[in-house]
């Protein structure tokens, strides 16, 4: 990667004071996260198809064609079936079709609708597979998903105390739980329609901020090996100005991914690249501004990690 001239621009090394701001920048996050939490419970998400229930079928063209997703998707938004989502299966001339069933209306009638308008727009095509996810099976949907954001969020922190300290596993759910907040106030502002694809993002975003926030931690513990008596404040700024570069290469990359999936990945995508990289920038903010001043709130024993450095030399020593 030196070859990327756009590199040289990233400093190698930095001596920015982030500590000095630590106050300013926790409150900001503290009252983004609370907006956030109120805009959950008001207005609320756009729940998908996924966790609001609705119709599936599978769509085969009759003379092996392609066929083509967004006249399928245009077709059937022009009903007014709400939330519409089509995916193409492996045969380019098949795909599934999600839509939603109007409150009130009968499900036989409103499927024989939607395949009328299709047939009418991209031709022959063979309907097979017609199934309704029930509002019961949906909200099962949901519950799942957030239990499956919140074990993610239970193990990150296991695996934190296991490695350092206490204070640094809670430093890194506080990093954690302000990430998936955010993420989801995002998802609010934008209305970004919350399916089975934004709980994926939002594991991503957990796993990508844990990894950015484990990076830190590895320096602040080393720097505090190294450095016994620099205060705690320094000792922060210190780690965290080693790693920025290698944060903001990882970071800007992955978002320049993430913005090419955003733009080619079309719809079905969109909403998951957003999310990701907004949660990206985000999960990279919390590991300076959230995770690493909680360590200094909480403080640290000094004196351990100069008995574990005082282990380590006298095993290298006693080598031959």
């Known amino acids: 990667m030196t070859w990327w001239p756009l590199i040289k621009i990233v400093p190698i090394k930095t001596n920015l004071k982030f500590v000095r701001f630590a106050k300013l920048f926790g409150t900001l996050s503290a009252v983004l996260c609370i907006a956030s939490i109120i805009s959950v419970v008001y207005p609320g998400m756009v729940l998908g198809i996924d966790f609001r229930g609705g119709a599936a079928m599978e769509l085969t063209t009759s003379d092996g064609r392609v066929l083509d997703l967004e006249e ?6 022009g009903l007014g079936m709400g939330d519409v989502g089509v995916q193409g299966i492996d045969d380019d001339s098949s795909a599934i079709l999600r839509f939603q069933i109007p409150e009130g209306e009968v499900q036989a009638e409103v499927v024989q609708r939607v395949q009328q308008a299709i047939t009418a727009d ?12 029930g509002s019961k099976v949906s909200g099962e949907l949901f519950t799942s998903g957030l239990l499956a954001l919140g074990a993610a ?6 695996y934190i105390w296991f490695r350092f300290e206490p ?4 430093g890194a759910v506080a990093g954690l739980m302000h990430d998936v907040i955010l993420v989801f106030g995002l ?21 990508y901020s844990m990894n950015d926030t484990v990076v830190v931690f590895d320096r602040l513990r080393e720097n505090l090996r190294k450095y016994k008596t620099m205060p705690l404040r320094d000792v922060i700024d210190l780690s965290i100005n080693e790693t920025l570069s ?39 903010y919390s590991s300076v501004y959230v995770a690493a001043p909680i360590i200094l709130l909480w403080g640290v024993k000094r004196g351990e990690f100069a008995e574990e450095a005082k282990a380590i030399k006298l095993g290298m020593a006693s080598k031959p």
Not at 72 to 77: I, S
Not at 122 to 133: E, I, M, Q
């Open 153 to 158: 969020i239970v193990l990150m922190f296991a």
């Open 246 to 284: 290698r944060t903001i290469i990882t970071g800007v990359t992955a978002i320049m991914v993430l913005a090419a999936l955003a733009v080619f990945g079309g719809v079905a995508l969109f909403g998951f690249s957003i999310a990701l990289m907004a949660g990206i920038i985000i999960g990279t």
């Open 72 to 77: 399928v998707r245009t077709a059937v938004d």
């Open 187 to 207: 998802i609010v502002l934008f209305r970004l329609e919350f399916n089975l694809n934004m709980v994926a993002a939002i594991l991503t975003v957990i796993g």
């Open 122 to 133: 991209v031709g022959d095509v063979t309907y097979s597979g017609v199934s309704v996810v």
């Open 167 to 170: 204070q640094f596993g809670f």
